[in-house]
Each structure stands twice: as structure tokens, then as C-alpha cells.
Nanobody, 127 residues
Framework: QVQLVESGGGSVQSGGSLRLSCAAS????????MGWFRQAPGKEREGVAA???????SYAESVKGRFTISQDSAKNTLYLQMNSLKPEDTAMYYC?????????????????????WGQGTQVTISS
């Protein structure tokens, strides 16, 4: 059974940095995509970044140049380095995974395309 556990959220001031981690277990797909999504109160869940099993990455326009997604396959861990944080980045951040690549096929970051989800970690940015 696939399990995703996020950590690393917290409260920082605008301009600060945070690194989110997502520990994955029970995941045995040879090709896959893992991603980060976020959901602010009263808003829909939106894709932030994704990475395929071959290392290809994709980012939402709002975070390009500020966020970096990466993975450590040996540790089965996904990361999201977030720099130059803004108040509008405040949200619950979720780790997600799916079998098969997504970035390679140029598919958008849609929650419906991911079958496995973590419980979320809160990120709060104060101005």
C-alpha cells in the first residue's frame, strides 16, 4: 500500500524559505510522476510542481524561478525547496503520486491525474 507522508511546513516571513519533504513507501512503479499541490482556504487545489521518474520537471507559472522540486530515489523522498516565499503561497501543501509519467507527455498538473495523496503540511507566509 502506497503511503506518502509530508513534513517541513511551517510559518515564515515573506521572502523566507522552506523545504518540504515527502517520504514515500510501498511504491513499486518503474515509471511514475510525483508532484506537489496546494490548497488555500476557499480555493481549489492547484498543481505546484511535478517530477517524472526520469527527472523531468514541470512548474506552475506562479512558482517558476522560486520553487525547485527534486527527488532522492535512494531515500524514496520527494522535496520541494521554496525560496522567496510570498503571502499568496500560504496554503496546505500536498504530496501526490501516480503510476506512469506525466511531465514527459506535457500533461498539466491536475489533481484528478494523481491516485495517491499525503495528508498535507501547512505553509503560512506572513507579510
Amino acid at each position: 500500500q502506497v503511503q506518502l507522508v509530508e513534513s517541513g511546513g511551517g510559518s515564515v516571513q515573506s521572502g523566507g524559505s522552506l523545504r518540504l519533504s515527502c517520504a514515500a513507501s510501498g511504491y513499486t512503479y518503474s515509471t511514475y510522476c510525483m508532484g506537489w499541490f496546494r490548497q488555500a482556504p476557499g480555493k481549489e487545489r492547484e498543481g505546484v510542481a511535478a517530477i517524472d521518474s526520469d527527472g523531468s520537471t514541470s512548474y506552475a507559472e506562479s512558482v517558476k524561478g522560486r520553487f525547485t522540486i527534486s527527488q532522492d530515489s535512494a531515500k524514496n523522498t520527494l522535496y520541494l525547496q521554496m525560496n522567496s516565499l510570498k503571502p499568496e503561497d500560504t496554503a496546505m501543501y500536498y504530496c501526490a503520486a501516480r503510476a506512469g509519467r506525466l511531465v514527459y507527455y506535457g500533461m498539466g498538473l491536475k489533481p484528478a491525474d494523481f491516485g495517491y495523496w499525503g495528508q498535507g503540511t501547512q505553509v503560512t507566509i506572513s507579510s
